[in-house]
């Protein structure tokens, strides 16, 4: 029963790795070509078909199982732990990368389709059927649920996706190669196979010591810019380019700041909601993990506390600890008067009952659900439950210029919760134009109480920012809800164009 207990404990391998392969390609998608939700609905959906055919092919396989057996598990090692080297690589070199990435899920899915028929051909002499079939999905199903728990938490955070890649495709064919010892006495071309596992290895151990030399030439051809900082979280990748004199920080290789322009960003962001605002003792900010608004919040003396929630601890630490981040936000995130903490905001919103005077909305744009439900009915209303009286938010509404339709669909979101809601927008260079949404929890305001000499950009003239022309404008006005989140589709559907 050792060998049976074996091949069983391959099934749980086969599971494990196959479900890695297939999160790496749908996280690879996400990060390249954005969209996350088709990119992930794809890959899972042709991973699930092409293990059908995978499936339906092995039937065909009639002789010599546990030799093909072990030869498709090197395949599936061999061609799985390259996967995301190779997807990183030709990214950049490819007119139709997306043809590449579900043919390598394809090829593994067939793979991983073909070997769990032999199997149970190769088991049904040592189970009764019923056993037989209860054992090798149980087997299958509690590998899926550790692969769908481990990758996030732990192999990504730890190691990132070509390091995770290659260690489970080492780990395929180490398997394949125990099996060629294993069973000796029934492979007529076990030395054959042995060498083929030995070299698969050697192939797999060499690119896994250059695995980070492969990531900083992909990554260099995919910023054309210097990379001289990248760190991979459980929640993103971190990159921070330098070109001249400007550093750019790309978040899941979308650019989240240009140390050129991003003082226009923060200080319209910023400034015009505490120009017009009677208090400002208690402040919160959403998001703003890079301590650039808070940098801003903290150039009015009469700010006595900020409490910034950001989900990214690591993020967070980086830009308390790493000199070129400090140096960005001027150590704002370390000031005595800054608190910050890690949770999610949708959640965290929940949890505690502080009210603030001015709340700062600083997310990312709405690319999928789990950003989409931060731009909700529901979320404005935990907001407004946390805000004084006559107190002020803003939200980075995206841009009305290349996304009008969002932009105005959080316009209309925000009203229907709040009564004064001011659409306004400011030139980017790095970006274009920019929208933002400032909302007051009361009557409105329009008399500057206070102001901050030396600002590089914003003037407090709040109304020069106010007017949009024909071309940023929309009759489509939605409410995004959080059962619906029409949002999400129709930025995608906007930025897609880009």
């Given at each position: 029963?050792?060998?049976?207990?074996?091949?069983?404990?391959?099934?749980?391998?086969?599971?494990?790795?196959?479900?890695?392969?297939?999160?790496?390609?749908?996280?690879?998608?996400?990060?390249?070509?954005?969209?996350?939700?088709?990119?992930?609905?794809?890959?899972?959906?042709?991973?699930?078909?092409?293990?059908?055919?995978?499936?339906?092919?092995?039937?065909?396989?009639?002789?010599?199982?546990?030799?093909?057996?072990?030869?498709?598990?090197?395949?599936?090692?061999?061609?799985?732990?390259?996967?995301?080297?190779?997807?990183?690589?030709?990214?950049?070199?490819?007119?139709?990368?997306?043809?590449?990435?579900?043919?390598?899920?394809?090829?593994?899915?067939?793979?991983?389709?073909?070997?769990?028929?032999?199997?149970?051909?190769?088991?049904?002499?040592?189970?009764?059927?019923?056993?037989?079939?209860?054992?090798?999905?149980?087997?299958?199903?509690?590998?899926?649920?550790?692969?769908?728990?481990?990758?996030?938490?732990?192999?990504?955070?730890?190691?990132?996706?070509?390091?995770?890649s290659i260690i489970f495709g080492i780990i395929n064919v180490i398997v394949g190669l125990i099996m060629c010892y294993i069973f000796k006495d029934l492979l007529k071309n076990n030395f054959y196979i042995k060498v083929k596992a030995f070299l698969m290895l050697i192939v797999l151990i060499i690119t896994l010591?250059?695995?980070?030399?492969?990531?900083?030439?992909?990554?260099?051809?995919?910023?054309?810019?210097?990379?001289?900082?990248?760190?991979?979280?459980?929640?993103?990748?971190?990159?921070?380019?330098?070109?001249?004199?400007?550093?750019?920080?790309?978040?899941?290789?979308?650019?989240?700041?240009?140390?050129?322009?991003?003082?226009?960003?923060h200080e319209a962001f910023v400034h015009p909601a505490i120009s017009l605002s009677k208090n400002i003792d208690n402040i919160l900010i959403l998001g703003g993990g890079d301590g650039m608004a808070a940098r801003e919040i903290l150039k009015y003396n009469d700010v006595k506390k900020i409490t910034l929630v950001?989900?990214?601890?690591?993020?967070?630490?980086e830009f308390k600890t790493n000199k070129l981040f400090v140096k960005l936000n001027e150590n704002s995130l370390n000031s005595p008067k800054v608190k910050t903490i890690n949770k999610d905001a949708f959640i965290w919103l929940d949890k505690y009952a502080f009210k603030y005077d001015i709340i700062f909305i600083?997310?990312?744009?709405?690319?999928?659900?789990?950003?989409?439900?931060?731009?909700?009915?529901?979320?404005?209303?935990?907001?407004?439950?946390?805000?004084?009286?006559?107190?002020?938010?803003?939200?980075?509404?995206?841009?009305?210029?290349?996304?009008?339709?969002?932009?105005?669909?959080?316009?209309?979101?925000?009203?229907?919760?709040?009564?004064?809601?001011?659409?306004?927008?400011?030139?980017?260079?790095?970006?274009?134009?920019?929208?933002?949404?400032?909302?007051?929890?009361?009557?409105?305001?329009?008399?500057?109480?206070?102001?901050?000499?030396?600002?590089?950009?914003?003037?407090?003239?709040?109304?020069?920012?106010?007017?949009?022309?024909?071309?940023?404008?929309?009759?489509?006005?939605?409410?995004?809800?959080?059962?619906?989140?029409?949002?999400?589709?129709?930025?995608?559907?906007?930025?897609?164009?880009?």
């Amino acid at each position: 029963m050792k060998i049976e207990r074996l091949i069983l404990f391959t099934i749980f391998i086969i599971s494990t790795c196959g479900l890695i392969y297939e999160l790496i390609a749908g996280t690879i998608a996400s990060y390249l070509l954005g969209d996350s939700i088709t990119q992930f609905s794809l890959v899972i959906g042709i991973y699930l078909f092409s293990m059908g055919i995978g499936s339906f092919l092995s039937k065909f396989i009639t002789k010599n199982l546990i030799s093909k057996f072990i030869e498709i598990e090197l395949l599936i090692g061999l061609i799985g732990g390259l996967s995301a080297p190779i997807l990183f690589l030709i990214f950049n070199y490819v007119d139709f990368f997306e043809f590449y990435l579900y043919f390598i899920v394809f090829l593994i899915g067939c793979l991983v389709g073909l070997e769990i028929p032999i199997l149970m051909i190769i088991l049904q002499d040592k189970f009764k059927f019923n056993t037989l079939v209860s054992n090798v999905f149980t087997f299958d199903y509690i590998g899926a649920l550790l692969a769908s728990i481990a990758f996030p938490i732990f192999f990504v955070p730890k190691f990132g996706l070509i390091n995770t890649s290659i260690i489970f495709g080492i780990i395929n064919v180490i398997v394949g190669l125990i099996m060629c010892y294993i069973f000796k006495d029934l492979l007529k071309n076990n030395f054959y196979i042995k060498v083929k596992a030995f070299l698969m290895l050697i192939v797999l151990i060499i690119t896994l010591l250059n695995a980070d030399k492969i990531l900083s030439f992909s990554e260099k051809g995919l910023y054309g810019e210097n990379i001289i900082f990248a760190k991979t979280t459980k929640y993103q990748r971190l990159v921070l380019t330098h070109e001249n004199s400007d550093y750019k920080l790309y978040l899941n290789n979308n650019l989240q700041f240009s140390s050129f322009d991003e003082y226009r960003y923060h200080e319209a962001f910023v400034h015009p909601a505490i120009s017009l605002s009677k208090n400002i003792d208690n402040i919160l900010i959403l998001g703003g993990g890079d301590g650039m608004a808070a940098r801003e919040i903290l150039k009015y003396n009469d700010v006595k506390k900020i409490t910034l929630v950001d989900l990214d601890s690591e993020m967070t630490n980086e830009f308390k600890t790493n000199k070129l981040f400090v140096k960005l936000n001027e150590n704002s995130l370390n000031s005595p008067k800054v608190k910050t903490i890690n949770k999610d905001a949708f959640i965290w919103l929940d949890k505690y009952a502080f009210k603030y005077d001015i709340i700062f909305i600083d997310f990312p744009d709405p690319s999928n659900f789990s950003l989409g439900k931060l731009y909700s009915t529901s979320f404005y209303k935990k907001v407004k439950s946390h805000l004084n009286v006559n107190g002020t938010v803003v939200i980075q509404s995206t841009s009305p210029f290349f996304a009008p339709k969002s932009f105005w669909c959080i316009n209309t979101t925000l009203k229907d919760t709040f009564v004064n809601t001011i659409p306004y927008h400011v030139y980017l260079p790095s970006f274009g134009e920019w929208g933002f949404n400032l909302v007051f929890n009361g009557n409105e305001k329009s008399k500057i109480i206070r102001q901050v000499p030396n600002l590089k950009f914003y003037d407090f003239k709040f109304n020069n920012f106010c007017f949009f022309s024909k071309d940023m404008q929309s009759s489509d006005l939605i409410i995004n809800r959080l059962d619906n989140q029409n949002l999400v589709t129709i930025f995608n559907q906007e930025w897609s164009k880009y």
